[in-house]
């Protein structure tokens, strides 16, 4: 079986919008209080807490824009926080969702078709090896089912 690594934003990224740097849209990061009902950070792979301060920003995890480019909103915290480790597993904190989507992408970062289902969370390790076993799929991202929002990247270990 393929081992997995599950990559969160990276932190030079992240410290960038803290710093007030703009998103991938060219907007300075909106500053909100997270109501704690699942503003989930993309760097360090947790639930942010209510009460505490997060941004949310648009984010194209593609190196260039593209047609299949998608941006779309996240939540990070607005203080640093520690990156979730590459070699962590599944991030438990996605697992108090039941599905995801998951969908591979080729070496041009562009969609393979047929890839992309909503899978269940628990079944999640073995669906993306299935994929990542395919020498035309470079890498994954995992979604959320009710808004398509990105969660993180999947790779080869």
Not at 25 to 36: K, L
């Amino acid at each position: 079986m393929t081992s997995l690594r599950y990559l969160a934003l990276d932190t030079a990224a992240v410290e960038a919008l803290q710093a007030g740097r703009p998103d991938s849209n060219g907007q300075t990061p909106e500053r909100h209080v997270s109501d704690g009902g699942g503003n989930p950070c993309r760097h360090c792979l947790t639930y942010i807490p209510g009460g505490e301060s997060m941004l949310i920003v648009g984010h194209r995890p593609f190196p260039e824009a593209q047609p299949y480019a998608e941006t779309g909103p996240l939540f990070i915290h607005a203080d640093p926080c520690a990156r979730h480790a590459e070699d962590g597993g599944f991030p438990e904190a996605l697992t108090n969702s039941p599905d995801f989507i998951l969908r591979g992408y080729g070496h041009d970062s562009r969609i393979v078709y047929g890839t992309g289902a909503v899978v269940d969370t628990s079944d999640i390790p073995v669906r993306a090896a299935e994929l990542l076993a395919r020498d035309d799929i470079a890498f994954l991202h995992l979604r959320s089912t009710p808004n398509n929002c990105y969660q993180l990247r999947i790779e080869r270990g």
